[in-house]
């Protein structure tokens, strides 16, 4: 980033800064203000941050919205340090500034430039979850620190200001993540964890640098949990989650929902607990059948996706959750957001992947530079195949479109980077090729009254027009 840009980062941060100070008092009589500072940050850039804007300001104007109560607990519960690093680090730098320079070098250079990294610090972990890919690697494979302070170095160079980690479970190197979060303190970082390494300690380093979420896992109720997790761990999650929301602390949840626990994980009593807990957003992933351990038993079926689907954005509306759908939100961001579209993914043994499901690659970050990385063959096959379906609840390449995972893998002379067992790209997408047909028949179901589907939306304009 030149001088100019540089400057104008730190111009909007003070800004930032500034306006989170003065808002910790009474914020529903300042509220407004803050919307027409926020107006002015955003002025002369791409119309969906206008729009964001405008849903905010809907929604604080909207006493009977539960998203009014979530935006009065920012302002006044969430930890104050934590409270403006998330503004200055994750907002302003990662998402208003970065997120635009990204865009224009994504366009320069015809390749995809990432809004955030996933890398995972280590393979080892302290737990063994059924159906976990990372529960066979053992503890063999690991990013130095210098290696992970690198990739950051690296990324900011591009504008990427938003870190994640994962493993493995990532807590397990906790005092090197503390310490890239001290180092690079204009970035902001979250992590995967199984949290039962979260003790009294992690909670104060949490506090004192800032710039630092976890996102905890869980699978529902303590017998949905232990069943993949094993005994007693339900118990630690929330343990962990009782530490942090007693001190403030912003944290999420990471929910992996499969043929045993979907209607568990989308019930009002889950997601109302959880929100007592202290959760403050939800990421839902489907059960991905991957590595030679894959339990494909636990596949959701159409329904429980669809189901899936209708109650995430039912939770949305009703509740003081930030909840995403990592697939069936598709229609947010134009399908498939991995390949380094919106992000791709660092493995312990430092192979790029273009996602953490898709264990294929070209090259190794202890070889080539993220730049190289980018506009590898892999890499440009998704740029240039992005999106994999006109239907945006069909957006992975793998789970619902395994012919255009296959048939990049082969064209590119990608490798399986399996630590123990290398799996045939034929193999994986074997495991998925008859969901994908059974999903697409509901995703079109689904799709065609979408109201965030395009078509639909040019309908409606036309019937207004006519009449």
């Known amino acids: 980033m030149d001088i100019k840009k540089q400057a104008k980062k730190q111009a909007m941060s003070l800004v930032v800064k500034e306006a989170i100070k003065y808002l910790e008092h009474e914020p529903e009589k300042h509220f407004d203000q803050l919307i027409k500072l926020a107006r002015l940050l955003v002025k002369g850039r791409d119309p969906f941050y206008q729009n964001i804007i405008n849903q905010f300001d809907e929604m604080w104007h909207n006493e009977k919205s539960p998203w009014r109560q979530y935006l009065i607990n920012y302002l006044t519960k969430m930890n104050p340090n934590q409270r403006k690093k998330f503004a200055v680090n994750f907002l302003v730098n990662a998402s208003i500034v970065g997120f635009s320079e990204q865009q224009k070098l994504a366009k320069k250079l015809d390749c995809n430039i990432p809004w955030t990294i996933l890398m995972d610090p280590t393979s080892a972990c302290n737990l063994k979850c059924t159906g976990c890919w990372a529960a066979e690697y053992g503890k063999k494979n690991n990013l130095t620190f210098e290696e992970l302070d690198n990739i950051i170095e690296q990324g900011k160079k591009l504008s990427i200001y938003f870190y994640v980690f994962s493993g493995g ?162 229609a947010y961001v134009d399908g498939c957001v991995a390949g380094g579209r919106r992000y791709f993914h660092i493995n312990s043994a430092g192979d790029a992947e273009p996602c953490a499901f898709i264990h294929y690659s070209n090259y190794n970050i202890r070889d080539k530079s993220l730049m190289e990385i980018l506009q590898s063959p892999l890499f440009v096959a998704y740029h240039k195949g992005q999106p994999f379906n006109k239907n945006m609840l069909r957006p992975c390449p793998l789970l619902d479109n395994p012919k255009a995972l296959a048939g990049m893998v082969k064209a590119t002379g990608a490798h399986s980077t399996e630590a123990l067992s290398p799996e045939d790209v034929d193999v994986l997408t074997s495991k998925t090729t008859e969901q994908a047909k059974r999903w697409s028949k509901t995703a079109d179901d689904l799709w065609k009254v979408d109201p965030k589907n395009k078509e639909n939306v040019k309908e409606k304009t036309t019937e207004r027009v006519k009449v």
């Open 169 to 330: 479970e990532p807590l397990m190197r906790k005092d090197d993540i503390i310490r890239l979060c001290e180092k690079h303190n204009d970035c902001f970082f979250a992590a995967f964890t199984n949290s039962t390494l979260i003790d009294e300690k992690f909670a104060d380093d949490m506090e004192r640098v800032g710039n630092f979420v976890p996102i905890i896992s869980i699978e529902g109720f303590e017998n949905a949990t232990d069943m993949r997790r094993g005994k007693g761990v339900y118990n630690q999650v929330i343990k962990a989650m009782d530490l942090l929301h007693s001190r403030n602390l912003a944290f999420g949840m990471s929910v992996c929902y499969h043929s045993q626990n979907t209607q568990f994980v989308g019930s009002d009593e889950f997601i109302d607990f959880m929100i007592e807990k202290g959760v403050l957003f939800a990421w839902f992933f489907t059960y991905m059948p991957v590595g030679a351990g894959a339990h494909k038993e636990l596949l959701a079926t159409p329904e429980q996706r669809a189901y899936m689907y209708k109650r995430v954005n039912e939770i949305r509306s009703t509740k003081p959750l930030f909840a995403l759908d990592f697939w069936n939100d598709g």
